[in-house]
């Protein structure tokens, strides 16, 4: 498989579920991004990291909880969320965390947190 | 104040037309800039850099102006394929941090 992948492409929950998103780059990339898309919203940069090493934390709630076990995986693992966190979860990753290089985006997780 | 703004549209335009968009930024340090297409319920993907002297890649012109903080993004010849949700991007900081605008969207009518 190449590029950038996520898993599951869709996911419902309720608000006292844990559940954990996953992301997964071929692409040999150093540095991998977590972004939230709501409805109406810009793209919102979550967490990035940078040869496995949290380089950025948005002011991202405690619910979200981001990990980097490798360079090529990405998990945001998810516990009592609300229904405003509804949206859809995009990861990208890039060669490095340096601004020449391209991200590439993965399809995306639809969340849908009833 | 949003830091990266755009017209949200739509704009509807024949095929074969014109069509130009403009985004502006807050931050005048902002040190690069991108235009990304993002197809209905897909992810974005990087279409163009913007370059200071501007620059072109086929049917696509990007230019930015520092000194008024916009960037404009114009397609000549309009295809059906170019329907699409057009975002600027903008990065200020020396890693590889994006802002993104909200998104300008076209629609090519045949």
């Known amino acids: 498989e190449t590029g950038v992948t996520q898993t599951p492409r869709h996911l419902v929950m309720g608000m006292t579920n844990k559940k954990s998103l996953k992301c997964e780059q071929h692409?040999?990339?150093?540095?991998m991004y977590w972004y939230k898309q709501s409805a109406k919203k810009p793209l919102e940069l979550m967490f990035v990291y940078s040869l496995e090493e949290r380089v950025e934390n948005n002011s991202v709630p405690s619910r979200f909880s981001p990990e980097c076990p490798n360079s090529s995986h990405l998990f945001l693992h998810l516990h009592t969320l609300q229904p405003e966190d509804s949206a859809l979860y995009l990861c990208?990753?890039?060669?490095?965390?340096?601004?020449?290089?391209?991200?590439?985006f993965g399809p995306g997780t639809r969340l849908t947190v009833t | 104040r949003k830091e990266v703004e755009q017209d949200p549209g739509p704009f509807n335009v024949p095929e074969g037309a014109t069509v130009a968009f403009n985004c502006t930024y807050s931050n005048s340090a902002s040190q690069s800039f991108f235009w990304y297409r993002q197809d209905c319920r897909k992810e974005p993907k990087l279409l163009m850099s913007v370059y200071s002297s501007g620059n072109e890649d086929g049917r696509f012109t990007a230019q930015l102006n520092r000194a008024s903080q916009y960037i404009s993004l114009l397609i000549r010849d309009s295809k059906l394929s170019d329907s699409a949700t057009y975002l600027c991007v903008v990065n200020y900081n020396a890693g590889n941090m994006l802002t993104f605008g909200g998104g300008t969207r076209l629609m090519v009518k045949p």
């Open positions: 990208a990753s890039s060669q490095d965390y340096s601004p020449v290089y391209e991200q590439y």
């Open positions: 692409l040999g990339h150093n540095a």
